[in-house]
């Protein structure tokens, strides 16, 4: 499933050079994103960044400032939200609290008009799709978080909109309920065959579900791409530094040809990567690699091009993996990490050991001057 990927292949969503203005503030900066049919996609980015207004804009609470969305070959311009194919979840789920459970989702659908047999019909399949069989009289606050939100969810698709738009549909669940539910959420959507838009900041939530995810700030996109090449291949440092954890090695570029590049990071330490781009010899980059690919051992490894010496600073048991910060001669602190795939009784290392890190040369990406 990559419709991104097929020039024939036609957008569902489309916004087009989209600014939204608060009197002067610019919370959306002349955005072009383009979304297909069936997509999980995820609007990642910090606080204030505007993914909510851009969500908001589609469902249509919000009116454009500039440019044009389309759904499903629709211009949107002046179309009220009941009539739009777009549906939206919001954070706080606000369920009618004096209202059952099948009342609650039967509500948009009453108000539609629909006869009352197709409604029950409709309220018990709903039901079942949620998993939520046993609940239907139940009030909202005789049940779990996890239970409100799935009675929400059923809600929010009883209508069968053609796009759901979830604004942080997780952020009031804990952690394990989060990622249970984020499952459901995926099979969901496969089953339905919906078109997802969630806007979250949680990188680990739209890693997770979406099949790609827009990273924003100051209400541009600063890039688009599935999360496995969010993760591997970020486009910039604000990228590199939102997902995950990460080590940014800041030098001067020795060479730069089609063989990779080579970096001076000072101290007399040169890196090398495979990743080539446009930097040019002289210019500033960084090489940007993540703490898996970084290797920590006590002896200086012999066949690799990027070792440095250091000494262990921190170390942090988590169970399935352990994470080690190194303090090199420049005092810049390396993360590392190592899973733990066999039990460890003990670690190898202890605080204050001489230690070496190293990295392939296609562990890491480098970074031109932004
Ligand atoms: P959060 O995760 O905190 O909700 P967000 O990325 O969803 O952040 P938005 O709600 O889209 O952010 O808001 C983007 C910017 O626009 C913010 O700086 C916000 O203060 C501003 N903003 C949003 N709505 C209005 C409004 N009605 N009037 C003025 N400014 C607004």
């Not at 900066?29 to 804009?57: Q, V």
């Not at 942090?316 to 810049?332: N, P, R, W």
Request: with cysteine; aromatic share 8%; proline share 4%.
């Amino acid at each position: 499933f990559e419709p991104w990927n097929d020039p024939d292949a036609k957008p569902y969503i489309r916004f087009d050079g989209v600014t939204k203005k608060f009197g002067d503030f610019v919370a959306v900066d002349d955005l072009t994103l383009h979304i297909y049919h069936r997509e999980f996609f995820a609007l990642l980015g910090g606080s204030g960044c505007g993914k909510s207004t851009l969500l908001r804009m589609l469902a249509g609470f919000e009116s454009t400032s500039e440019g044009s969305i389309t759904l499903d070959g629709e211009n949107m311009a002046g179309i009220p939200p009941y009539r739009r194919p777009v549906n939206m979840m919001f954070q706080s789920y606000a369920l009618f609290p004096h209202m059952s459970v099948e009342k609650n989702i039967a509500f948009g659908l009453k108000q539609d008009g629909m006869a009352r047999s197709e409604i029950d019909d409709r309220v018990q399949s709903m039901l079942k799709l949620v998993k939520l069989e046993q609940f239907g009289k139940r009030k909202p606050h005789q049940l779990s978080g996890g239970q409100r939100q799935r009675v929400a969810l059923a809600r929010s698709i009883a209508k069968r909109p053609k796009v759901l738009l979830l604004d942080e549909p997780l952020g009031a669940l804990d952690k394990k309920l989060r990622e249970e539910t984020q499952f459901e959420l995926m099979d969901l959507q496969q089953d339905l065959g919906l078109t997802f838009v969630v806007v979250t900041h949680d990188q680990e939530e739209a890693m997770t579900m979406a099949d790609r995810i827009a990273v924003m700030n100051y209400g541009r996109i600063i890039q688009i791409a599935t999360p496995a090449e969010i993760y591997e291949a970020p486009n910039s440092r604000f990228v590199a530094d939102f997902i995950g954890d990460v080590n940014i090695f800041d030098g001067t570029v020795v060479s730069a040809d089609p063989t990779g590049t080579e970096l001076d990071i000072g101290g007399g330490i040169a890196l090398r990567s495979d990743n080539q781009t446009n930097v040019k010899a002289g210019g500033k980059a960084s090489l940007v690699i993540r703490p898996e690919k970084i290797r920590v051992s006590r002896e200086k490894p012999a066949d690799t091009a990027n070792a440095m010496s250091g000494e262990m600073w921190d170390i942090a048991y988590l169970g399935d993996m352990t994470v080690y910060h190194i303090k090199l001669e420049s005092g810049q602190i390396v993360k590392a990490s190592s899973l733990n795939a066999v039990r460890i009784v003990a670690d190898p290392f202890t605080y204050d050991d001489r230690m070496w890190v190293s990295f392939d040369t296609d562990g890491g990406v480098i970074l031109g001057e932004e």
